[in-house]
């Protein structure tokens, strides 16, 4: 069975430093997806990233990086200078023959 | 292009009571899916429509719960009656067909209060 584990419940920033939420997942399958999507107060689910199982390459988009390991079965996500806007509920997910899992989500508050 | 169109946005029921959302997916998406999302926690899959067929609802509480997706376009998801516990966000996702290739287009949401 597919099972995401993000570890860090809540985590508290002060504006500019750098901040990585974790993400460890399961699954039995060699072909898989992974996904990060943010959720603001607003309650939509803001797609952020994708990442098959067979692209390691680490991949950055402006402020935000991601580190896939396969070897620790962990897709890290990265916000290099946070922003009071980066506050969210960041949820990473995995998807395997199109059935999404999601972990329990990392509440990100950026304080100014 | 449009997106993920629900609706109602908000509703407060009163337990035992019945209860019905909308969804409509981005056209010519084949997959949708109804997902709930309990306050404080990730969203969890209730189920997957591949065109009007059911592909899973394993996860789906067949004794209160149904859902539909007649002609293969948009979805209607039932609680009949309502409990305490569905007090949540219910989410409808599409896709073209099918998350894996495609990616997954979500909707803003039904928050159900049960009071």
């Known amino acids: 069975a597919q099972k995401v584990t993000q570890a860090q419940t809540e985590i508290s920033v002060v504006e500019k430093e750098d901040v990585t939420l974790d993400c460890v997942y399961e699954?039995?399958?060699?072909?898989?997806?992974l996904f990060w999507y943010k959720q603001p107060p607003s309650g939509e689910l803001v797609f952020l990233i994708r990442?098959?199982?067979?692209?390691?390459q680490n991949e950055i988009s402006g402020r935000y990086s991601w580190n896939f390991q396969k070897s620790t079965s962990s897709f890290n996500f990265t916000i290099t200078a946070s922003q009071v806007v980066d506050s969210a509920v960041y949820f990473c997910?995995?998807?395997?023959?199109?059935?999404?899992?999601f972990g329990e989500g990392t509440q990100l508050t950026v304080n100014p | 292009e449009a997106g993920v169109a629900q609706s109602p946005r908000y509703k407060i029921i009163e337990k035992r009571q019945s209860v019905a959302f909308w969804c409509n997916p981005i056209?010519?998406?084949?997959?949708l899916y109804w997902y709930q999302q309990i306050l404080g926690q990730g969203p969890k899959l209730l189920i997957q429509?591949?065109?009007?067929?059911?592909?899973?609802d394993s996860q789906l509480p067949k004794d209160r719960f149904s859902a539909e997706r007649l002609k293969g376009v948009d979805s209607t998801l039932k609680i009949q009656p309502a409990k305490l516990e569905d007090s949540a966000v219910y989410l409808c996702?599409?896709?073209?067909?099918?998350?894996?290739?495609?990616?997954?287009?979500f909707g803003s949401g039904t928050r159900l209060t049960v009071v």
């Open positions: 429509f591949q065109n009007n067929g059911v592909v899973d």
């Open positions: 990442r098959n199982s067979f692209d390691e």
């Open positions: 056209s010519g998406h084949a997959t």
């Open positions: 997910a995995l998807s395997e023959r199109s059935r999404l899992t």
């Open positions: 996702a599409s896709s073209l067909q099918g998350g894996d290739n495609y990616g997954y287009t």
């Open positions: 699954t039995r399958d060699t072909t898989y997806y």
